[in-house]
């Protein structure tokens, strides 16, 4: 007899197995870690993991998709809910630094991912997925001063939160407002707007 699938439970279950390879690429790396070591951090079995997601590579590109989707799911709450435009601007950099621990996760798990995509053309599908999704957000933000030049804005946008994360990472000791403060400094500038103390 076949087993009956409950979906809720079903889709419960598969965020938290994603959640555990999540943590498992974390702290050991992408290259490193082995489906039985996420199994191990799950708390399952390696057949487990192989009925929820067929393979390796199945797994941890499902726990991109997740982790992207969350990332820009609440930044577009967080730009929806801003009243001002500078107030939709520090949401915007309170979801890219939301938490030292959170972010030092999130950048090393999406740049260890980002290198193994760029042998991996599966893999690179997710990544351009996340591009594009992440260009929504940029181009959101870009336009508040102006059609003209919001493609080249948000390129430009886009550049220096991807470069302040690596920046963030290999910091031994991140301070938080220091990194939101100047990410803020910064999308003002490449917005053309007056400085203004963060």
């Known amino acids: 007899m076949a087993r009956t ?16 390879a999540y943590l498992a690429i974390y702290e050991r790396g992408y290259a490193g870690v082995t489906l039985a070591d996420i199994a191990g951090y799950a708390g399952v079995s390696k057949g487990t993991l192989a009925y929820h997601f067929g393979s390796r590579a199945g797994l941890l590109a499902a726990v ?18 801003a009243a001002t435009p500078d107030a939709k ?22 740049l260890d991912f980002l290198a193994a995509a760029t042998r991996d053309p599966a ?39 991807e470069g302040l994360s690596v920046r963030f990472l290999a910091d031994p000791a991140p301070d938080l407002g220091a990194y939101r403060a100047e990410c803020l400094r910064g999308l003002r500038a490449v917005l053309g707007w007056e400085a203004t103390p963060a």
Do not use: H
């Open 5 to 20: 699938v409950n979906p809720i439970q079903d889709r419960a279950r598969r965020a938290a197995l994603e959640k555990a």
């Open 64 to 81: 991109m998709r997740r982790f992207t989707r969350t990332i820009t799911v609440a930044t577009r709450r967080a730009l929806r809910q």
């Open 89 to 110: 601007l520090r949401a915007y950099v309170e979801n890219q630094f939301y938490g030292v621990e959170n972010t030092r996760r999130f950048y090393t798990v999406s």
């Open 123 to 161: 893999l690179m599908a997710v990544q351009r997925d996340f591009q594009r999704e992440t260009l929504t957000l940029d181009l959101e933000l870009a336009r508040l001063a102006g059609e003209a030049g919001a493609e080249e804005r948000a390129r430009l946008l886009r550049a220096l939160v």
